[in-house]
């Protein structure tokens, strides 16, 4: 039996995030919102679980997230009107949005929908810096009927343009952009074809998924992260020459818009991404901070994602960004979130004055300012000392005498000055 005194700790790959650090998490996120606001997107919130199927048939079979890493349960019906079914919990969010965009028949609308999400993302891989089993990620959609102009390179570029804003707005400066275009269903099975071929000598010599791929999915042999293989995939076709020609000028007007705009990027021809559902633009930012696991984000088109999910043709692009890692990133970078400490310590002085001192600092919080309060069985240097540890620049003393006067002593922390104040003027003098 499990000793009942050992303490229980956080599962491997998953942890807990504690202040002060959740500072530089909200950092994260309320700068995303602003941005996505700025560019017309808005909140979207799917389930945490999902059918596997809607991964299996999204993400695609061959990928590492649904072949390797995902967490499956099969749920067992429970009474007659339900039925078994293998659930998922979600490894990204993509899929899971593409499915509500089609069961809520938001194409209906003919505008674009712009969408963004928040939320922890599973996959079961083996934990590092910057790798977790339960992880965060912020991301956006852009998707739509092909009449809202949802196919369109002005999106692919808009999309990357504000990653760049979010970039700049959350403080993170060391990024750089990589970019490329995996083709469409039209020019990539020519693609795979010329990889198939150029396989068929060497693979015999690679790993077991590579083999399997090289037959099933050619593509994916690209993800491949056995270093004895990467001399021989490096040897491979690269999907440039490929393309057909609505693909190269899709591609070269993205490019020429990022130009405009005046984003740096490179293109990385060996970069397709370890997802099935992308079309055309793939891109990914990375961060030298990062050490191995070095993408701070990626994304990229899936034309064919909604008609893959049994929907209505829905064009899109969109980008999933690690909030883990743009946490790591920016601590390389030395940004730390803004204080938040108190504004006042309330220390109630003497026995009977608990009530007194939760009667001013609910009057405080309710004008919006920051308080904690002490207790009455605190004597005043502990009172003093909580306030200095916690970084809180005033201490409000209450005792009996001051209750009569209607007047509090106030200290100022940082100066040492003490001051009597009324009632009345308190938010005043702590402002
Ligand atoms: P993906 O959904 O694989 O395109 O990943 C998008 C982004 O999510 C990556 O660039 C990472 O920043 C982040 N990410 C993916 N997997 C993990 C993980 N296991 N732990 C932490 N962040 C991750």
């Given at each position: 039996?499990?000793?009942?005194?050992?303490?229980?700790?956080?599962?491997?790959?998953?942890?807990?995030?504690?202040?002060?650090?959740?500072?530089?998490?909200?950092h994260v996120e309320d700068?995303?919102?602003?941005?996505?606001?700025?560019?017309?997107?808005?909140?979207?919130?799917?389930?945490?679980?999902?059918?596997?199927?809607?991964?299996?048939?999204?993400?695609?079979?061959?990928?590492?997230?649904?072949?390797?890493?995902?967490?499956?349960?099969?749920?067992?019906?429970?009474?007659?009107?339900?039925?078994?079914?293998?659930?998922?919990?979600?490894?990204?969010?993509?899929?899971?949005?593409?499915?509500?965009?089609?069961?809520?028949?938001?194409?209906?609308?003919?505008?674009?929908?712009?969408?963004?999400?928040?939320?922890?993302?599973?996959?079961?891989?083996?934990?590092?810096?910057?790798?977790?089993?339960?992880?965060?990620?912020?991301?956006?959609?852009?998707?739509?009927?092909?009449?809202?102009?949802?196919?369109?390179?002005?999106?692919d570029a808009e999309v990357?343009?504000?990653?760049?804003?979010?970039?700049?707005?959350?403080?993170?400066?060391?990024?750089?952009?990589?970019?490329?275009?995996?083709?469409?269903?039209?020019?990539?099975?020519?693609?795979?074809?010329?990889?198939?071929?150029?396989?068929?000598?060497?693979?015999?010599?690679?790993?077991?998924?590579?083999?399997?791929?090289?037959?099933?999915?050619?593509?994916?042999?690209?993800?491949?992260?056995?270093?004895?293989?990467?001399?021989?995939?490096?040897?491979?076709?690269?999907?440039?020459?490929?393309?057909?020609?609505?693909?190269?000028?899709?591609?070269?007007?993205?490019?020429?818009?990022?130009?405009?705009?005046?984003?740096?990027?490179?293109?990385?021809?060996?970069?397709?991404?370890?997802?099935?559902?992308?079309?055309?633009?793939?891109?990914?930012?990375?961060?030298?901070?990062l050490g191995a696991q070095?993408?701070?984000?990626?994304?990229?088109?899936?034309?064919?994602?909604?008609?893959?999910?049994?929907?209505?043709?829905?064009?899109?692009?969109?980008?999933?960004?690690?909030?883990?890692?743009?946490?790591?990133?920016?601590?390389?970078?030395?940004?730390?979130?803004?204080?938040?400490?108190?504004?006042?310590?309330?220390?109630?002085?003497?026995?009977?004055?608990?009530?007194?001192?939760?009667?001013?600092?609910?009057?405080?919080?309710?004008?919006?300012?920051?308080?904690?309060?002490?207790?009455?069985?605190?004597?005043?240097?502990?009172?003093?000392?909580?306030?200095?540890?916690?970084?809180?620049?005033?201490?409000?003393?209450?005792?009996?005498?001051?209750?009569?006067?209607?007047?509090?002593?106030?200290?100022?922390?940082?100066?040492?000055?003490?001051?009597?104040?009324?009632?009345?003027?308190?938010?005043?003098?702590?402002?």
């Open positions: 039996m499990a000793d009942t005194r050992q303490p229980i700790k956080a599962v491997r790959g998953t942890r807990d995030i504690l202040p002060p650090d959740t500072s530089l998490w909200q700068s995303a919102r602003r941005v996505f606001h700025r560019y017309n997107f808005h909140e979207i919130r799917t389930p945490i679980f999902e059918a596997t199927e809607l991964f299996a048939r999204g993400v695609g079979e061959e990928t590492d997230i649904v072949g390797k890493e995902m967490f499956t349960w099969e749920d067992k019906a429970r009474a007659q009107s339900e039925r078994s079914q293998s659930l998922t919990l979600r490894p990204e969010n993509t899929a899971g949005v593409v499915r509500a965009y089609i069961e809520h028949k938001l194409g209906e609308s003919g505008m674009l929908q712009k969408l963004y999400y928040v939320g922890p993302q599973f996959r079961r891989e083996r934990p590092q810096k910057g790798r977790y089993r339960q992880f965060y990620q912020i991301g956006a959609e852009v998707l739509g009927p092909p009449s809202a102009g949802s196919e369109s390179p002005a999106r990357i343009v504000m990653l760049a804003d979010l970039l700049r707005e959350v403080g993170i400066q060391q990024w750089s952009l990589h970019l490329n275009s995996v083709g469409c269903a039209d020019c990539r099975p020519k693609y795979n074809e010329a990889l198939r071929a150029a396989l068929k000598d060497v693979v015999h010599t690679m790993c077991a998924d590579c083999r399997r791929r090289a037959v099933n999915n050619p593509l994916r042999v690209l993800d491949c992260k056995v270093p004895e293989d990467q001399p021989k995939i490096a040897a491979l076709p690269t999907i440039g020459q490929y393309l057909d020609e609505k693909c190269r000028v899709h591609f070269s007007e993205v490019k020429s818009i990022l130009d405009a705009t005046g984003i740096r990027y490179d293109v990385n021809e060996r970069m397709v991404r370890g997802i099935d559902y992308y079309t055309r633009t793939t891109f990914e930012f990375s961060h030298g901070g070095s993408a701070l984000l990626g994304g990229g088109r899936y034309d064919g994602l909604s008609e893959s999910l049994g929907g209505p043709k829905a064009p899109g692009i969109g980008f999933a960004l690690g909030l883990d890692r743009f946490v790591i990133a920016l601590e390389a970078e030395g940004v730390t979130a803004p204080a938040t400490a108190p504004r006042a310590y309330i220390a109630p002085l003497g026995a009977g004055m608990n009530p007194e001192a939760a009667k001013l600092a609910h009057e405080l919080r309710e004008q919006g300012m920051a308080v904690e309060v002490g207790d009455e069985s605190f004597r005043l240097k502990k009172s003093f000392e909580s306030a200095e540890r916690a970084g809180i620049p005033f201490v409000v003393i209450i005792g009996e005498n001051e209750v009569k006067a209607g007047a509090f002593a106030v200290k100022d922390l940082t100066s040492g000055e003490q001051v009597t104040v009324s009632r009345g003027e308190i938010v005043k003098t702590l402002s």
